[in-house]
């Protein structure tokens, strides 16, 4: 039985390494090529809706 993704952090919560795909938005590690690309997320910011592309590693996030 494999579990849904635990839901992407608001973009407000994370790094500058995170919010690029730089890094893990669950738990902040450094991503290489084998990174799970999330999708594109709308977030508010500053008035404005921009997009962003979270990326997660392949450690199970509780
Ligand atoms: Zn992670």
Redesign the pocket.
């Given at each position: 039985m494999s579990q849904p993704p635990p839901p992407v952090p608001p973009i407000g919560s994370l790094s500058a390494a995170q919010v690029r795909g730089a890094a893990?938005v669950?738990?902040g590690?450094t991503l290489g090529p084998d990174a799970i690309d999330l999708g594109e997320r709308q977030a508010g910011r500053a008035g404005e809706r921009v997009a962003w592309y979270p990326r997660?590693?392949r450690?199970p996030?509780p």
């Open positions: 893990c669950h738990c590690i997660a590693c450690i996030h």
